[in-house]
């Protein structure tokens, strides 16, 4: 018996081992991610539930790196996070992303994306300033890009974000609250930063056709969050079902794997010809 223990003891702390060299390695790496050109940004189309109409897509960044593969986003930004390379990384993702709306311009289809905003984004004093110089340089409205901004990041420093927020909603950019129902801050904290949407985290949205909780959740928010004067997206629809339950419950835009995964950029021209056709 006490050798099984010890055995198991063993596994147990190469595993530990094994973890911590991986971040160890992942959090080196991520300095050289960009110059080595092992990040892309892949794009997710949002629609509007009574229409079905294309609103635009969210961008997400991927990271394959050289040993290890494809690295969850869950995993490597969080790690950005720590290390302080996250404004790195959203500098050029913000880039990539700018660059990307105005080639598709020149290929006739004005698209607006929603990027994700880490905590220490929102917190920087330069952002609103960067974002206006990248609008420039590409020649983009401010309507062509959004702002996703967990609540975590909102409640921080919510004198700061708000500063930062309010100068980039009056430069003409939509916010929205993503992961909404994940954190701890309540709508009426909510209210006074300039966001204009809230965006129900996939957790409440997965499993919405057989659980009686997640409706209930998911249709006072929708109820609580138009009478705010927020529009609500829903993250995660996966099924027929889940998409019929949210058009009812007045969702106004959904965006999941029913309608499609994450792309690479260059597939998105031949997607929204496809969708648009049937
Ligand atoms: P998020 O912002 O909540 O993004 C939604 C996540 O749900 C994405 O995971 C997306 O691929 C996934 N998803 C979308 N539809 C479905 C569905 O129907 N079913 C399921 N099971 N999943 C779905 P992903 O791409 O792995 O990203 C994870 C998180 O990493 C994001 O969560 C976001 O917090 C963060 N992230 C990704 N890209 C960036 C970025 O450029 N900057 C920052 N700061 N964070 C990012
Ligand atoms: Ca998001
Ligand atoms: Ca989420
Ligand atoms: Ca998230």
């Known amino acids: 018996r006490a050798r099984h223990g010890h055995a198991r003891y063993v596994r147990y702390e190469q ?9 160890l390695a992942l959090a080196r790496d991520l300095g050289t991610a960009v110059e080595q050109d092992q990040l892309a940004m892949v794009y ?17 960044m991927r990271w394959n790196h050289a040993r290890f593969g494809f690295v969850p986003p869950d995993e490597f930004i969080a790690l950005a996070e720590q290390t302080g390379r996250i404004t790195q990384l959203t500098q050029w993702m913000l880039r ?20 994700n905003l880490s905590a220490q984004d929102v917190m920087d004093i330069t952002l609103p300033e960067r974002i206006h110089l990248l609008l420039q340089d590409y020649q983009l409205g401010p309507e062509q890009l959004r702002l996703e901004v967990t609540e975590s990041a909102l409640i921080q420093d919510p004198a700061l974000a708000q500063s930062n927020l309010n100068a980039l909603r009056d430069a003409g950019l939509h916010i929205a609250v993503d992961d909404y129902g994940t954190g701890y801050s309540s709508l009426s904290q ?4 300039p966001v204009q949407e809230l965006k129900i985290d996939k957790s409440f949205i997965l ?7 997640d409706r209930i959740i998911v249709r006072s928010t929708i109820e609580l969050a138009h009478s705010l004067g927020l529009s609500v997206v829903a993250e995660g ?4 079902a889940s998409r019929r339950l949210l058009a009812t419950m007045g969702c106004d835009v959904l965006q999941g794997y029913l309608i499609s995964r994450p792309m690479p950029s260059d597939q998105i021209i031949s997607w929204l010809g496809h969708y648009r056709n049937g």
């Open 15 to 23: 595993g530990q081992d094994e973890q911590h060299q991986r971040r």
């Open 44 to 60: 997710q189309p949002k629609i509007v539930a009574r229409s079905g109409d294309v609103m635009g897509f969210e961008a997400l």
């Open 96 to 115: 990539t992303v700018c660059r990307q709306i105005d080639l598709w311009a020149q290929q006739g289809e004005r698209v607006c994306v929603a990027i």
């Open 190 to 193: 909510l209210k006074r930063l």
């Open 207 to 213: 499993k919405l056709d057989h659980d009686s909780e």
């Open 237 to 240: 629809v996966e099924t027929e």
